[in-house]
């Protein structure tokens, strides 16, 4: 008989010795004095006052939570006002607002492939591979933005329907999916397109409208996008947009939006601040582009391997996980906190730092930016 704790103990201290033990550190309001270049405060608004005055507004209006699910009590005027809001400033549709970017993707695609197939990019996030394995749907995992591997699964397919699904800029590598070639592709084949647009809504396009937006496939009802408002718009919550055929499929059977209890009026009332202000303020999403760029240029010139940003995500792939870990902590110890990915989140001989550019960073933030970097090339040529 075996004893699950003596288990789970084991597989902790395996995890160890390779490197890939994590752990929660808090931090204070200021991220512990360090420059911030790990959350996905993309806009710098997570702290803007205008935003924080929206939510509490929110807050004494409607309450601390939204009391019930979507379906039940957890359906405010101020939910309906953000779908309406989010729909018009992608240019989609409809919209539906979920608790989460996570529980978005589990819907849509669950809900969607359910029966058929399912053709996932490789570099997908883990909330798309967990919707692929909970979809009952057929699933071929296609080569990292390989559009002839994803043609032949639809081509070879013998299901009546397929979905095909992709980031729109990869959460790691930070690249842009071919998303004309891939619309074209499941135009050819009878099949949605689902892209999932957290790491672009903000960044990419006009006013920060997205990925598909800038691709000028906005308003193609075969196109179905996910969004988190927990990124650029600096709240918590997540959408599904999509033509009003897929907004209530969901709403019918998309058991994460039935299940699970509305977002909370706080984070609906500073979302809707965001997308006003992106209305206002267009010149933002180019910052947050621009100052990925920058720090793309500055880690080249140092000599450590990144790629060309496609939104705000700049990753500098390292190798080892104990190199990752070693490069942020001393990063962290000289003013800068940065993002570490390791196994699973990344494959293996490639775990790295992830920098992500903020609009509101300056040449200040820079100048100790650069330092932080060249001291992680001078330890790595040192070792």
């Known amino acids: 008989m075996s004893r699950p704790l003596d288990r789970l103990r084991a597989a902790s201290a395996d995890r160890e010795a390779a490197g890939l033990r994590r752990a929660l550190r808090p931090r204070t309001p200021d991220h512990d004095g360090l420059i911030d270049l790990a959350s996905n405060d993309y806009l710098g608004l997570s702290r803007d006052d205008r935003l924080v ?53 589990l819907a849509a695609v669950t809900a969607l492939a359910r029966g058929g197939l399912v053709v996932s990019d490789a570099g ?41 699904v992709t980031d729109a800029v990869f959460s790691v590598d930070g690249d842009l999916a071919p998303l004309s070639a891939l619309h074209a592709a499941a135009v050819r084949h009878g099949a949605l397109l689902l892209v999932d647009e957290a790491h672009s809504l903000g960044v990419v396009g006009e006013s920060g409208r997205g990925a598909v937006y800038a691709a000028g496939l906005a308003r193609d009802a075969r196109i179905v996008r996910t969004v988190t408002l927990s990124k650029s718009l600096a709240s918590q919550g997540g959408a599904v947009l999509g033509a009003p055929e897929v907004v209530e499929t969901l709403i019918d059977t998309g058991r994460s939006f039935i299940f699970d209890t509305g977002l909370a009026p706080a984070c609906v009332g500073a979302a809707l601040q965001a997308v006003e202000i992106l209305e206002e303020q ?85 100048a100790v930016i650069r330092r932080a970097l060249t001291a992680v090339v001078e330890r790595k040529v040192g070792m």
């Open 124 to 164: 997908n996030h883990a909330s798309i591979v967990d919707a692929c394995r909970l979809s009952r749907a057929r699933v071929v995992v296609t080569p990292h933005r390989d559009v002839a591997a994803v043609e032949a699964a639809l081509r070879e397919r013998a299901e009546e329907h397929a979905v095909v």
């Open 282 to 366: 267009p010149e933002l999403p180019e910052r947050a582009s621009s100052m990925a760029r920058t720090l793309a240029a500055v880690a080249r010139e140092l000599g450590l391997e990144t790629a060309d940003p496609a939104a705000a995500v700049v990753p500098i792939v390292l190798g080892r996980p104990g190199d990752a870990v070693s490069a942020a902590t001393l990063c962290a110890e000289l003013g800068v906190r940065v993002g570490c990915f390791r196994p699973p989140s990344v494959p293996h001989g490639r775990s790295s730092l992830r920098l992500t550019a903020r609009a509101n960073l300056g040449s200040d933030d820079l």
């Open 53 to 105: 005055k929206a939510a509490v507004r929110a807050t004494e209006e409607w309450g601390t939570g939204s009391t019930g699910s979507r379906l039940v009590t957890g359906s405010t005027w101020l939910h309906a006002e953000l779908e309406d809001r989010l729909a018009a400033f992608a240019g989609a549709p409809r919209a539906l607002v979920f608790s989460s970017g996570y529980l978005a993707n």
